[in-house]
């Protein structure tokens, strides 16, 4: 979808804040509809199965809407209640089910090994990101806070993937732009 790509210019959204706070920007067409926008499938496929991924962290997410539901993304749909269209098919992921994914995946905190795993550039970055809570993924993130898009990338898809496992047909890479 043209408001997931980037350089997401359109869309204004703080990972660190819940996906309801999500903006356009005054130049964009979407700028007086709230995040009802947000409510459109990712892309025309309509896809049930996503893999998110990022060279910005060392994780993967992934979103699975298939015929058995949610997984990796949460037992409630924050954008059912925007659905309007009877036409709706409630296992498309959409473009509010990734940002609210990639929120709440962001916001669990960051495990000791994580922790270890990280540069000297990173741990600082992440020790600069603190506020006054525990340390969370979103904090390795350091200023790069603000959503800025998705792509495919078919190369680094493949070199993320861990030895022995199958690449997943609806890999995309994630974007941040800084605050």
Known sequence: ???????????????????????FTSASQYRHCGYQPLSAPMHAGKPRCVRLISPDFPWSFDLDFSSQGLANSGQSRINAAIRRGE????????????????????????TDVEWGSADDRGRARILRALRNHDVLRVDWLGSKVLFGGLVRDDEFARSRLFPGTEEPTNTWVVKFRKL
């Open 87 to 110: 036409d709706a098919d409630p296992h498309t992921i959409t473009c509010l089910d990734i940002l609210a994914s990639l929120h709440m995946a962001l916001q669990q905190p960051l």
């Open 1 to 23: 979808h043209p408001l997931l790509a980037p350089p997401c210019r359109q869309l204004v959204y703080d990972l660190r804040l819940l996906p309801a706070t999500a903006s």
